[in-house]
């Protein structure tokens, strides 16, 4: 599916084991990457310098209280900061 977008340079789709566990994944951090190295935009490449790649709160962080209780959300300010 990626690589009929066109975004990219085609990519493999094959799958491998994910740390010893028993699921195979494509890996997708590399297409994350190469979608990333495709950005030219000055403003979007000054904030990924300096925040770098971390996403959404709830890809760095696993608690449910943390996603849901808004008396924490201030603890991740430091996540996002210039």
């Given at each position: 599916?990626?690589n009929?977008?066109?975004?990219?340079?085609?990519?493999?789709?094959?799958?491998?084991?994910?740390?010893?566990?028993?699921?195979?994944?494509?890996?997708?951090?590399?297409?994350?990457?190469?979608?990333?190295?495709?950005?030219?935009?000055?403003?979007?490449?000054?904030?990924?310098?300096?925040?770098?790649?971390?996403?959404?709160?709830?890809?760095?962080?696993?608690?449910?209280?943390?996603?849901?209780?808004?008396?924490?959300?201030?603890?991740?300010r430091?996540?996002?900061?210039e």
């Amino acid at each position: 599916m990626h690589n009929a977008l066109d975004l990219t340079p085609p990519l493999g789709a094959a799958v491998s084991p994910y740390h010893g566990r028993p699921y195979l994944t494509p890996y997708a951090g590399r297409f994350a990457e190469a979608l990333v190295a495709t950005i030219n935009d000055e403003t979007v490449c000054d904030i990924i310098d300096r925040a770098g790649l971390i996403g959404g709160v709830d890809q760095v962080a696993d608690s449910v209280d943390l996603l849901t209780d808004a008396r924490l959300f201030t603890r991740l300010r430091t996540l996002y900061k210039e």
